[in-house]
């Protein structure tokens, strides 16, 4: 913390054990998710989706999507840039947790473009 009483080192270690635990907590629910299968797997990967591009909505979406703004068609490199980064950052994240047969960044992946092509055929 900069103070000199060496408690930065203690604070490095709690954070790591904080992270430690909701991974664990993370793996335990991504079980008890695969156990009840069928509609609650759905609806968890199809809640996942949605907070991850609820920024992407916001950012590039609805009016931004028109004239000149940050989300339209002339600007489309912005969106393909901001979503690799949201990807990566995901991937880093949740992708040693989460089970690789929830497809969860393929879903990313199909979710993103329906969005994109929705918002440019509105343009």
Not at 20 to 36: G, I, W
Not at 81 to 96: I, Q, V
């Amino acid at each position: 913390d900069g103070d000199g009483d060496g408690d930065g080192d203690v604070d490095v270690v709690v954070g790591a054990d904080a992270a430690k635990a909701a991974v664990k907590r993370l793996a335990d629910a991504c079980e008890v998710v695969d156990a009840l299968g069928g509609q609650c797997l759905a609806d968890r990967v199809a809640a996942m989706v949605r907070k991850f591009l609820r920024p992407y909505s916001q950012a590039f979406g609805g009016d931004n999507a028109k004239g000149d703004g940050p989300g339209a068609l002339a600007n489309a490199d912005r969106r393909f840039a901001w979503f690799r980064r949201t990807l990566r950052e995901f991937e880093s994240r949740y992708g040693p947790v989460l089970p690789s047969r929830w497809q969860v960044p393929r879903r990313l992946c199909n979710a993103f473009v329906d969005m994109t092509r929705a918002d440019f055929e509105a343009e």
